[in-house]
């Protein structure tokens, strides 16, 4: 048995024209929908490729895949995911949000707000914490999630949480809103005050993101009331490792580990 997990991709989406336009302009625009149409299919014969070097360098091979799960918090992307599975895996796709049952209850005013990857990781993190769990999942947005322990290990429900932009979106926004701020990479920096302006911004996102989490992470235990075990996941949720004691475990694989529960739970195995 192998499942095929696809979190996310980036693609491009064909949309239609409503308004009337002369033979010029609709050649133009027929051009245009044949351009984006090549694209879209040189989008998925490359994440083809990836996917089959990917499990080729694991000794692996398509052929050999079975099942295959979509969370993309960009409804754009799962147009191309799906024909991705369809075409080159032929296999029908389960869709987090649109044909699975997750299997959680979602403890908020409106359960259809709460985004994919939020409840995916909720319920990767039941499978292997027990107790009340607060999710640091830190991406293109640093997500702070509060999910609640059941009677037993796999029960529990997502109680709604907090979003705040993620370190690389601050980054991008520093360098293209200051035309003197240069585009950096993110590191810890040895010392907190910086003596010029690379070093100055990185100690500024390194260090403020790290103030972020502590201050989030004490006010949400303050309010919550009851012990928590803080997770923390997502791309670049390594760089603080070390950094901070707010955080009690790292664990990369909460989203795949979340993917692979709800397959199961949705293909009775």
């Known amino acids: 048995m192998m499942v095929c997990c696809l979190c996310c991709c980036l693609c491009v989406v064909l ?57 993309s918090v960009v409804p ?6 799906r024909n991705l599975a369809r075409r080159y895996l032929n296999i029908e796709p389960l869709v987090i949000g649109e044909n699975v049952n997750l299997g959680i ?30 999710l640091i999942d830190s991406g293109t947005a640093t997500t702070f999630d509060v999910v609640s322990g059941g009677a037993e290990r796999g029960q529990g429900a997502f109680e709604g949480g907090l979003i705040a932009p993620g370190i690389n979106l601050s980054l991008q926004a520093l360098h293209e809103a200051a035309a003197k701020l240069p585009r950096i990479a993110i590191q810890r920096p040895e010392v907190v005050i910086g003596r010029d302006t690379v070093t100055s911004m990185q100690s500024g996102v390194f ?21 928590m075990t803080v997770v923390g996941t997502g791309g670049v ?16 694989d ?7 529960e709800i397959w199961r739970r949705n293909t009775h195995l």
């Open 15 to 71: 949309t239609g024209c409503r308004t009337q336009r002369t033979s010029r302009e609709m050649t133009d625009y027929q051009k245009q929908v044949s351009n984006r149409q090549e694209i879209a299919a040189r989008h998925e014969r490359r994440n083809e490729v990836y996917m089959d070097s990917l499990m080729l360098m694991k000794g692996l091979a398509v052929a050999s895949l079975t099942g295959c799960i979509i969370s």
């Open 76 to 81: 754009q992307s799962i147009f191309n995911l």
């Open 105 to 134: 209850e979602v403890r908020i005013p409106k359960p259809s707000e709460a985004g994919a990857d939020r409840l995916v990781n909720a319920i990767g993190a039941l499978q292997v914490y027990e107790g009340d769990l607060l």
């Open 207 to 227: 260090w403020g993101y790290i103030a972020l989490i502590e201050g989030l992470v004490d006010r949400i235990k303050t309010e919550w009331g009851k012990p």
């Open 237 to 252: 949720a390594s760089l603080f490792e070390g950094s901070t004691q707010s955080i009690d475990r790292f664990d990369p």
């Open 254 to 260: 909460l989203t795949i580990r979340g993917l692979l």
